[in-house]
């Protein structure tokens, strides 16, 4: 994986953290002073090579990023005021 491909894993990690949803290729562009193909690549290398996203199928969006999903689940999580969407839950 490269420090860019790092980076903009870090990046999303932060975006679901914050906001509770992915940025997508356009917004990772902005960011990271690519082109939306570039950020798009990228999003492909994570998913593909590094294992650490999931796009949504034919597509180059962010569907989850272990634990965070970009789409509603049954598993709805939160601290505070913020609400995440999981992929799973345990009971502990």
Do not use: K
């Amino acid at each position: 994986m490269t420090d860019l491909a790092r980076r903009v894993r870090l990046h999303v990690y932060r975006q679901f953290a914050d906001t509770g949803r992915a940025p997508t290729p356009v917004e990772v562009a902005r960011s990271f002073d690519l082109t939306p193909s570039q950020a798009e690549g990228i999003f492909q290398s994570l998913a593909t090579e590094a294992d650490a996203l999931v796009l949504l199928p034919g597509s180059s969006y962010v569907w989850m990023a272990e634990p965070f999903s970009a789409v509603p689940t049954s598993f709805l999580v939160g601290s505070g005021e913020r609400r995440w969407w999981g992929n799973c839950s345990a009971d502990h």
